[in-house]
């Protein structure tokens, strides 16, 4: 990393942080899940973590290494790794919500959440209190994940497939105005355009308007704003 760049020359710092959430941190946590469960040891693997995240921030940052590692964490724009693990851990389980019924680790869950699928002779719902209770499997969290789903979303239905959304059934009902270009003349008749459009929109308290703005920070945040409008008034 450091033919890269330094604290004097080479690549600026968000470019240096870009680098290592999309390139090294990706490589350093695959298959984190096969030792982040609960009941393992994960102090030793964590602590690696940290040393990699740790040189990585000093890269960014350029600071001296008796640097406080939060403290430099924290300006380099990096969240602790321990959070970011339980980030990625409550996201995959819940992924375990929407796989489809014909996949193999189905047969490993508990039946309610098996879908269907023929269950293996070693799936949980088929240990005894007492080999459920001893054992520390990845598994045994997903089946205590689902438990506090509700909603699952089947990622293939037909409604979410291009030509079937509701956009697509009652297209004359969705009208979308966007402006030409970013010049100050485009813009000003544009405000004017949507000024139009939104008085007579709200003639009717059955039309619903919805009116979005992003912005990129110089810090490359992205953000996003939304307003639903009807019948005058802001939902």
């Known amino acids: 990393?450091?033919?890269?760049?330094?604290?004097?020359?080479?690549?600026?710092?968000?470019?240096?942080?870009l680098l290592y959430r999309t390139?090294?941190?990706?490589?350093?946590?695959?298959?984190?899940n096969l030792w982040f469960f609960k009941g393992a040891s994960i102090i030793k693997n964590v602590n690696e973590l940290k040393k990699i995240q740790y040189k990585v921030a000093l890269w960014i940052t350029g600071t001296f290494q008796i640097s406080p590692s939060d403290g430099i964490e924290a300006i380099a724009g990096l969240i602790p790794i321990t959070l970011y693990i339980r980030k990625l851990n409550g996201r995959h389980y819940l992924r375990y919500g929407s796989i489809l019924s014909s996949h193999a680790i189905n047969s490993l869950l508990d039946l309610q959440h098996a879908k269907n699928h023929p269950l293996y002779k070693t799936a949980t719902s088929k240990l005894t209190n007492n080999?459920?209770?001893?054992?520390?499997?990845?598994i045994k969290d997903v089946n205590e994940r689902l438990n506090d789903v509700r909603d699952c979303y089947n990622l293939l239905f037909s409604l979410f497939s291009p030509g079937s959304r509701v956009v697509?059934?009652?297209s004359s009902r969705f009208s979308f105005y966007s402006p030409l270009s970013s010049s100050n003349k485009d813009?000003?008749?544009?405000?004017?355009n949507l000024d139009q459009v939104f008085r007579s929109s709200q003639i009717s308290p059955h039309n619903i308007v919805i009116i979005a703005n992003r912005g990129i920070k110089k810090s490359q945040v992205a953000t996003t704003v939304v307003h639903i409008w009807t019948n005058n008034s802001i939902v």
């Open 168 to 170: 697509d059934y009652f």
């Open 23 to 32: 390139c090294i941190l990706p490589i350093a946590m695959y298959e984190f």
């Open 1 to 17: 990393m450091k033919m890269l760049g330094n604290s004097s020359q080479g690549l600026l710092p968000i470019q240096k942080q």
């Open 187 to 192: 813009l000003f008749y544009h405000l004017q």
């Open 131 to 138: 080999q459920r209770s001893n054992l520390k499997s990845p």
